[in-house]
């Protein structure tokens, strides 16, 4: 059974940074696109970063410049890297994957694999 297992996350003042990781685990063939999403009490849930498997990136806009996203193909692993973090930074983050089937991912529809969250939480 192939599952994604997220790491890190935790709590942290304003202005602080924080780490997360992901890996994908058992058998499967490619990883094609992996992303990091968020989701708020009350509110929708957001993507905040993804990478393609040709290495191209995309970032939310209110991320951009603070967060960064890379993989580790061989490790079928992303990592998601926030700093200047921000009390509206504070979430649940989600790990998504598009395995099984080539293609981009532009929506979060496009994922087919999701983790089980990973708290993030910042105090002003």
């Known amino acids: 059974q192939v599952r994604l297992v997220e790491s890190g996350g935790g709590s942290v003042q304003a202005g602080g940074s924080l780490a997360l990781s992901c890996v994908a685990t058992g058998s499967y063939y490619t990883t094609y696109c992996m992303g990091w999403f968020r989701q708020a009490p009350g509110k929708e849930r957001e993507e905040v970063a993804r990478?393609?498997?040709?290495?191209?990136?995309g970032y939310g806009d209110s991320v951009k410049g603070r967060f960064t996203i890379s993989r580790d193909s061989a490790q079928n692993t992303v990592y998601l890297r926030m700093t200047s973090l921000k009390p509206e930074d504070t979430a649940m983050y989600y790990c998504?994957?598009?395995?099984?089937?080539?293609?981009?991912?532009?929506?979060?529809?496009?994922?087919?694999?999701w983790g089980q969250g990973a708290q993030v939480t910042v105090s002003s």
């Open positions: 998504a994957a598009r395995l099984f089937v080539a293609g981009s991912c532009s929506t979060q529809s496009d994922y087919n694999l």
């Open positions: 990478i393609e498997s040709n290495g191209n990136k």
